[in-house]
Each structure stands twice: as structure tokens, then as C-alpha cells.
């Protein structure tokens, strides 16, 4: 009996799939092991930005190596239909002040429109009893944006 290969998505339909979520995995590069971690993200139609805390693990893997694989996906709770896309590329900070306050914005944006829990905003260095805006205001988290793509595995079930 062949092997099923699991069919390939069109650019139109993983670009859906990345507009349509907010949550994703970046894998880094670490010591003996990759490391994984879950990141909020807004995507601009070309650019996936993310926003980071000022510490922990993933900042030394950034700046050690910043390849990552970056992997969005849906799926049904009993796997019935699941879309997922994996980008290879390099993660670069945004340093300047202007573009960090409209994709910040974007972020305020994003968890006002999903009606996200005030308690995500801890993965962003801000307390849950804070205004969104503070997001904006304030630059407790580094902006990192998504280039150099090298290769794109999008697949779904069918």
C-alpha cells in the first residue's frame, strides 16, 4: 500500500489560515534541544510580527541565532480537518519608535477585536489589571518581525 502524502495549501489559503489565527509556535535554536515557545502574533498581509517579553530563554537563543521555524495551525478537538504552515526564516527586532507604536497598536488591536482575556497580557510583561493601551504606551516587550523566509510547508487534511 503507498504512502498518503498530506496535500499542500495554495498561498490564498495559508494566508487565510495565518489572517484567521493569532497564536503560534516559534521554534529556536538552543542548546542541546531546540526551544519552543508560544507567541501572540498580527500579521500585516507580509510581515508576521510578534511581541516578546525582555526576558527568559528565547532572548539568548535570539540572539545567538535568530532562525526560527514559526508554525500556526487549526484543528478540530478530534482531528477531523487540521490546516497548519510552517515558515523558516529569521527574526529581526523592530527598533524604530513609530513603526513600534502602529504595530503595537495592531496587537491592542487584535485583543480587543478576539475579545482575549486581560490575562494575556501577562505573556506581553503587563499585569492583567492594566489598560490595554499600555501596550502602546509603554516598551516593556521587544517587537520582532519575521523575514527572510526560506521555505514554507503549508498542508492540510483534504
Request: cysteine-free; hydrophobic content about 40%; overall charge positive.
Amino acid at each position: 500500500m503507498d504512502i498518503l502524502k498530506i496535500p499542500r495549501m495554495e498561498k490564498e489559503e495559508y494566508d487565510r489560515l495565518i489572517k484567521e489565527n493569532y497564536v503560534s509556535r516559534i521554534a529556536f535554536k538552543g542548546d542541546a534541544y531546540p526551544y519552543v515557545a508560544p507567541f501572540l502574533y498580527v500579521f500585516d498581509g507580509r510581515y508576521l510580527y510578534f511581541l516578546s517579553t525582555k526576558y527568559g530563554k528565547k532572548l539568548r537563543f535570539f540572539n545567538e541565532n535568530p532562525n526560527v521555524a514559526v508554525e500556526i495551525e487549526r484543528f478540530s478537538a478530534d482531528m477531523s480537518s487540521y490546516t497548519f504552515v510552517t515558515l523558516l526564516g529569521q527574526l529581526a527586532e523592530v527598533a524604530d519608535r513609530t513603526e513600534g507604536r502602529r504595530i503595537r497598536q495592531r496587537f491592542v488591536n487584535m485583543m480587543t477585536t478576539r475579545a482575549l482575556s486581560s490575562n494575556a497580557v501577562a505573556a506581553l510583561g503587563h499585569s492583567p489589571v492594566e489598560p490595554l493601551e499600555s501596550i502602546v504606551n509603554e516598551n516593556r516587550s521587544l517587537i520582532w518581525r519575521l523575514e527572510k523566509v526560506q521555505e514554507i510547508v503549508a498542508l492540510k487534511n483534504a
